[in-house]
């Protein structure tokens, strides 16, 4: 067993562990606080790709967490995947239409304009709620023209405080059946989303950093992926951390930070 040392970042997942559906979970504030007065680096890292970093920042805020600067998304490692100038035929939300925005002019939004022409360089897909009949077809007809598919998140659910509902990841396996091919994922669990994360802690190894989720795949998977420790709450989507192998394990964030910081 290797040696545990206090970490100088913990990389935190939003749903479920800080709040669900931006009602924070209790403690979790706090918490939060603790660990920045003890002068660890608090990162958020979510798979949501339907808020924008603004929302995401102002959401934060408004519950009393700064976090400007501190906040990477699967809509952003989703616009890693892309290239400047590539038509991009985009089945998604706000998040996503922003951040490949940044990368290329050419954004069609798939329920905006239905049965869009022409030929696509990729299809992106996210959560979002217009998805229907129509835009699996035009997903469908534009990964057969030679579009490559690409998912921000592959999560098959998202938790609400009313139980959860599906996720980008159940929007996602409609178009991979539908297409046959197989999308590259960005967000937690994949590699694009580490090298963001890596990109914005510098020199800390990965030793030095704690993953703290709610889901035992995309989290627990998250934190193999980076090397880092994982420590499971049960506040968000997964009653139970029965075969999660995490590393720690606690009701809720402020569980796992009370651990943390005896360390
Ligand atoms: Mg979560």
Sequence with gaps: MRKTVRPKVVLCDLDGVVWLAHQPIPGSVGAIASLREAGIRVVFVTNNSFSTY???????????????????????????????????LLCGSQGLIEEIGRVTDDVVVAYNEPMAAGDFDAVVVGFHREFNYQVLTDALTAVRGGAVLIGSNDDPTYPTPNGPIPGGGSILAAIEKASGVTPTVTGKPYEPMALLVRDMCGDVLPEEMVMIGDRSDTDGGFARTMGARFAMVLSGVMPTADGSEADIVAPDLAGVVEILLKE
């Design 54 to 88: 603004d929302e995401q920042v102002a959401a934060l805020g408004s519950i009393g967490v700064p976090a400007e600067g501190d906040i990477v998304t699967s809509a952003m490692s989703a616009a890693t995947a892309i290239k400047s100038g590539w038509r991009v």
